[in-house]
């Protein structure tokens, strides 16, 4: 009889297959992937009941698209993010929140009926049973909730962009450091083994001295667009929370709020929070940053209700790398542009000497020369922390208490470098402003200082 399909050289031969093929992974690497898992296999133990990590999830809207139970649906990614955590061992999800009747109807059904449903998050925080939260609010929400959180005793996954400013990114590394918090922010190419690789390899010197980063990000939209009667069973005050009170606006809620300054920073804090995030890593800068940006992009529409975030926009960041700490790495992000040498049109490209250049997407892995990636690392090389699962991770860190790999000093260190390039386009010109990533502030601006942080409508605050 063939066992292939059931022995541990069939699993082996078949995890292989599909890290080599469908991830365009080189078979020393997944061999390596599929040997960790293995090995943490053979150490897992079935959580006891003293074990059990009972969870709730704030924000899980859903675009107000029903579907089947259990689906996946498009629009906010709260809902994906707590179904992510009702799949890891011994995690029970008992409540969701949502100032949207329909979205957090959606997300109880999903959990079952005995998910308790609230409208304002601090509520839920009073229960104490509850361990740890998910965070898939608009941005800004996150500070505020994540905060309250760990002060009432929570640990806390936040979708990223982890904040909608530096200055609520200080407060919540500060409130973290003092509760002692686990937070795991949402940024889960840390947990993908091409963007690993790609970071290993750079940090080796795989491509030589890291001359130019590219992070190609996509460009924000336009839209002008007229009110609407707020939808019933919607809490449009509650949504708008510190922001200032509008008139309801289809598009500035659900998915859509990424494209307005009040409530996100477009294109560079959704898909630059991951790929700002990645050439962090790379660069061995978690707990840093640039040392300069400068930014440009068309000035937005404005007419009323509309969109507000530039488009056709491109921020430039120094890094402070070179020779005896002077200027070094470049990085770019940008929207999609025809590059040749740029084989996707969303991703991460490392150049470095001699023409050599790493590419790496959420779909490939490639280089140059292909030898860059199928050449194994040696024994002495540097070698990252591993997670092959991101909320996974997460779990894992509230039972042992360490650090995510994602955790919030990083994940804050990551939007930072959004932020500091939405504000260097902000203000135009293509300025080079001075940042001082030990102090975290600009040293040559104080516009660009006074950007760091919004003004909150009452009674909204952040909490000193």
């Known amino acids: 009889m063939d066992k292939g399909n059931l022995s541990r050289r069939g699993f082996l031969g078949r995890s292989l297959a599909g890290l080599t093929v469908g991830a365009g992974l080189p078979l020393w690497y997944a061999q390596e992937i599929v040997a960790d898992a293995q090995d943490k296999d053979g150490k897992k133990k079935t959580p006891s009941p003293n074990d059990r990590i009972t969870m709730a999830a704030i924000g899980t809207g859903t675009n107000h698209t029903r579907r089947g139970r259990g689906q996946r649906i498009h629009g906010e990614r709260g809902v994906h993010?707590?179904?992510?955590?009702?799949?890891?061992?011994?995690?029970?999800?008992?409540?969701?929140?949502?100032?949207?009747?329909?979205?957090?109807?959606?997300?109880?059904?999903?959990?079952?009926?005995?998910?308790?449903?609230?409208?304002?998050?601090?509520?839920?925080?009073?229960?104490?049973?509850?361990?740890?939260?998910?965070?898939?609010?608009?941005?800004?929400?996150?500070?505020?909730?994540?905060?309250?959180?760990?002060?009432?005793?929570?640990?806390?996954?936040?979708?990223?962009?982890?904040?909608?400013?530096?200055?609520?990114?200080?407060?919540?590394?500060?409130?973290?450091?003092?509760?002692?918090?686990?937070?795991?922010?949402?940024?889960?190419?840390?947990?993908?083994?091409?963007?690993?690789?790609?970071?290993?390899?750079?940090?080796?010197?795989?491509?030589?001295?890291?001359?130019?980063?590219?992070?190609?990000?996509?460009?924000?939209?336009?839209?002008?667009?007229?009110?609407?009667?707020?939808?019933?069973?919607?809490?449009?005050?509650?949504?708008?929370?510190?922001?200032?009170?509008?008139?309801?606006?289809?598009?500035?809620?659900?998915?859509?709020?990424?494209?307005?300054?009040?409530?996100?920073?477009?294109?560079?804090?959704?898909?630059?929070?991951?790929?700002?995030?990645?050439?962090?890593?790379?660069?061995?800068?978690?707990?840093?940053?640039?040392?300069?940006?400068?930014?440009?992009?068309?000035?937005?529409?404005?007419?009323?209700?509309?969109?507000?975030?530039?488009?056709?926009?491109?921020?430039?960041?120094?890094?402070?790398?070179?020779?005896?700490?002077?200027?070094?790495?470049?990085?770019?992000?940008?929207?999609?542009?025809?590059?040749?040498?740029?084989?996707?049109?969303?991703?991460?490209?490392?150049e470095g000497d001699d023409n050599k250049w790493i590419f790496v997407s959420r779909s490939s892995i490639r280089a140059s020369d292909q030898r860059l990636i199928d050449e194994p690392l040696g024994r002495d090389a540097t070698r990252l922390e591993v997670s092959n699962n991101h909320m996974g991770n997460f779990i894992s860190c509230i039972r042992s208490r360490r650090a995510p790999i994602c955790n919030v000093g990083v994940g804050h260190r990551s939007v930072t470098v959004c932020h500091i390039g939405n504000i260097a386009i902000r203000l135009g010109n293509n300025q080079q402003l001075r940042w001082d990533p030990a102090a975290e502030r600009f040293t040559n601006s104080e516009e660009a200082n006074a950007m760091l942080r919004r003004e909150w409508r009452a009674p909204w605050r952040l909490p000193a």
């Open 81 to 350: 993010i707590m179904q992510d955590a009702m799949r890891q061992q011994g995690v029970q999800m008992v409540a969701v929140c949502d100032v949207d009747r329909t979205s957090r109807d959606f997300a109880a059904d999903i959990v079952g009926r005995d998910c308790r449903k609230f409208n304002d998050f601090r509520e839920l925080l009073e229960n104490r049973s509850i361990d740890a939260i998910t965070i898939g609010t608009p941005d800004h929400w996150h500070a505020l909730i994540a905060i309250a959180a760990m002060r009432a005793g929570k640990d806390v996954y936040c979708e990223k962009p982890l904040t909608l400013t530096h200055e609520e990114g200080v407060a919540m590394v500060r409130t973290s450091q003092q509760t002692r918090k686990i937070v795991q922010t949402g940024s889960q190419q840390r947990s993908d083994a091409r963007f690993r690789l790609a970071c290993e390899l750079v940090r080796n010197g795989r491509i030589g001295r890291v001359r130019r980063i590219e992070t190609i990000i996509g460009d924000n939209p336009a839209g002008t667009f007229r009110t609407a009667p707020v939808p019933e069973g919607l809490d449009w005050n509650f949504w708008l929370g510190r922001t200032a009170r509008v008139d309801y606006v289809p598009q500035r809620c659900h998915y859509e709020f990424r494209w307005w300054y009040e409530y996100s920073g477009g294109k560079m804090t959704d898909w630059g929070a991951h790929h700002n995030d990645i050439a962090q890593w790379a660069l061995g800068m978690d707990g840093s940053g640039p040392i300069a940006v400068q930014g440009r992009g068309d000035a937005p529409s404005r007419e009323p209700n509309s969109y507000n975030c530039h488009r056709n926009f491109e921020a430039t960041y120094t890094y402070g790398n070179g020779p005896n700490g002077g200027e070094g790495t470049r990085l770019v992000c940008r929207p999609n542009r025809s590059r040749d040498s740029i084989p996707e049109n969303n991703g991460v490209m490392f």
